[in-house]
């Protein structure tokens, strides 16, 4: 299972090499709805984070501090805020692969959300301008990640849903113990389905042939009891003789004991059943 708080963690842990990447990443966690050059998070690893991003690049920084959240009464965020020294505008799809994935990391730390439930697991990026949101749009799919996009509540929302795509956004953030567990948990939900699949089909096979066994035995006992049986053909005799022997077993090991092909047997029984109904 994917787990929120675990993900956030591992992403948080991360040190990019690169001071361009570092950079990148700064920039991704200023999307968190802010418009006064400050990262606003319920997260006390992000905020951390971006304190050690921006003095890692220079950006002067201050403290983190409480922020009244201003859709959850009562709630505060902590704000880091900084002063200068990012670009004003930045394009992630025309910079390098490695600045595109720090930025989708520090994205996924200040307004991604993931959730799980019955239709599978869900990530969600939250931005309040129409225009970053169609640009993460266009990131992702120009990294194979599909992503639909609507409006809720005057948010912008970039969603992604499908074992597929979230996986490849895992991999692209560099979260590659979440990848592991999800990847772990994906194939344990598949066998285990298999799994059912085929006791369900096994369960099922085996109370039609315990049905077929029934009618059949009836089948032999009324052509018994009406003086019929023993005037039947050799076949059907045998046939009859070889059930009641193996009451609970298939025509596969029935037609193995009399040395015929199972549709040979399956056809002698049906056909005791066939002239026992004829006989009622």
Not at 70 to 90: C, F, I, K, N, Y
Not at 132 to 161: C, E, F, I, P, W
Not at 191 to 209: F, I, M
Request: net charge positive.
């Amino acid at each position: 299972m994917l787990v929120a708080s675990e993900l956030r963690g591992e992403l948080a842990r991360i040190r990019p090499a690169r001071a361009c990447c570092r950079r990148a990443e700064l920039v991704g966690l200023l999307q968190s709805g802010s418009r006064d050059g400050a990262v606003r998070t319920l997260d006390h690893a992000t905020a951390r984070i971006a304190v050690q991003l921006a003095a890692s690049v220079g950006v002067p920084v201050t403290a983190p501090g409480a922020s009244a959240a201003s859709h959850v009464p009562g709630r505060h965020h902590l704000q880091v805020a900084l002063d200068g020294g990012l670009p004003a505008s930045w394009e992630p799809v025309t910079t390098k692969a490695c600045d595109r994935r720090a930025f989708l990391r520090g994205l996924l730390l200040s307004t991604g959300s993931v959730s799980g439930g019955r239709g599978g697991p869900h990530v969600e990026f939250v931005l309040r301008d129409r225009g970053n949101a169609t640009q993460l749009q266009h990131l992702l799919q120009a990294s194979d990640v599909r992503a639909s996009r609507m409006q809720r509540r005057g948010r912008h929302v970039v969603y992604l849903k499908g074992q597929e795509q979230i996986a490849g956004l895992l991999r692209l953030v560099g979260a590659n113990r979440a990848l592991l567990d999800f990847e772990t948990s994906r194939v344990s939900r598949d066998v285990r389905n298999r799994l059912n699949r085929l006791l369900n089909a096994e369960e099922a096979n085996l109370s039609r042939t315990v049905r077929a066994a029934d009618r059949q035995l009836q089948a032999i006992g009324r052509l018994e009891a009406d003086g019929e049986l023993e005037l039947l053909a050799e076949g059907l005799r045998e046939a009859a003789a070889q059930r009641r022997r193996q009451p609970d077993a298939d025509l596969d090991t029935l037609a193995s004991s009399l040395g015929i092909s199972r549709s040979a047997m399956n056809h002698r029984l049906r056909r005791l059943v066939e002239l026992a109904a004829e006989r009622s």
